[in-house]
């Protein structure tokens, strides 16, 4: 990516305008964060894999009726998507106990809940992305009601989608998150990535297929993300 405004720079991805306005391109970067960017590091490799990734989900997503901003795969590390006016939430769903949920509520990890739970974070990074509820949405003006119904049911609909594709590859979906945005038309669209980075994944052994291995210095991210790549590919 050369000679091309560069819109946006944050801790995975950096994003460039194109010639159309209504098109942007994402660059993954190799630098992997963790506690809000104070454990940072670069890991070379991170980038291609996270795009990899992230451009088989979308694209899966795509045909299976989902609306996204994910328009196709550039290179090793880039990747052309719809340009969206990103909503300030982090959208959470949880199919089992894990991480900051474990933590507040005071549970083990890895047990099923009876009904994945949604969570809302308010993205604002100055303020470390609190714990929100839908009343607290209304408050700061970032959905009206129906949207974040439909926010809500999209990402049900899309997480019925996942457990299935990673269950079929040897993976259980533990939690992820998700970020959505609005398009030039004012429609709701899935954004962002979905990646190791921003999800848990479990193996049979209940190994962390996932970001856990750089949170929780566990090993190499790099080789377990390249497992869950290879693992993602047999799926048609
Ligand atoms: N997550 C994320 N970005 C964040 C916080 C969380 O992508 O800023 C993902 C995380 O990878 C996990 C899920 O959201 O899959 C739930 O994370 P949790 O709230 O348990 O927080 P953590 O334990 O990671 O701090």
Redesign the pocket.
Known sequence: MTGKELLYSGKAKDLYATENDEVIVAVYKDQAT???GLKKEQVLGKGQLNNQISSLIFEKLNRAGIATHFLEKLSDTEQLNKKVAIIPL?V???NYT??????RFGVAEGLKLVEPIV?F?Y?KDELD?P?INDEHVAFLDIASTEELTYIKAETRKINQLLIEWFAAIGLTL????LEFGKDQDGKIILADEFS?????LWDAEGHHM???VF?RGLGNMTDVYQIVWEKLQELD
């Open positions: 963790a506690l809000n982090e959470v769903l949880r894990a991480g900051s949920f474990s933590k969570e974070y993205k992305d714990f533990i939690d992820f998150k190791p980075d921003n999800c848990r996932d970001k856990d949170r």
